[in-house]
């Protein structure tokens, strides 16, 4: 009867570890979309090689009235095609479907939010005053 009630109480905190594992780690927190001009795309890591990138956002984000802040968008890629566009995509403005996880995982990447979809790349437009390189 011990033993029994030994292999239940056991059977229940697996489950319960589970439940908690994939809440932290796998469960979709939030959606969305985000763009901006592409700053990098980079592949690294020390055991688990993951895609990393950096979308610059237009605007500033201040937390204190008068302060400057870049509004820069980190993420990472699991998708080695959707990496690959972006990595030849530099400089341009794109727009990026991403999800949000709770926590990051070392396959997964760095970051808590995945890139899964490319909505749009184009060029950015020359605003009056730039000079282009080399003119």
């Known amino acids: 009867m011990k033993r029994k009630i030994i292999l239940i109480a056991g059977f229940i905190v697996v489950i319960l570890l589970a439940i908690f594992f994939w809440w932290r780690y796998y469960f979709v927190f939030g959606e969305g979309v985000k763009a901006g001009t592409l700053n990098f795309v980079v592949r690294k890591g020390y055991i688990?090689?993951?895609?990393?990138?950096?979308?610059?956002?237009?605007?500033?984000?201040?937390?204190?009235?008068?302060?400057?802040?870049?509004?820069?968008?980190?993420f990472s890629i699991t998708n080695d095609s959707i990496a690959a566009v972006l990595e030849r995509s530099g400089g341009r403005f794109v727009e990026l479907r991403y999800r949000e996880y709770l926590h990051p995982l070392p396959w997964r990447g760095m970051s808590n939010y995945v890139v899964i979809e490319i909505l749009e790349v184009q060029d950015v437009p020359a605003r009056p005053g730039n000079i282009p390189y080399g003119e």
């Open 48 to 74: 688990f090689k993951t895609w990393e990138g950096r979308l610059i956002q237009e605007g500033f984000k201040t937390p204190l009235p008068g302060a400057m802040q870049s509004n820069e968008f980190e």
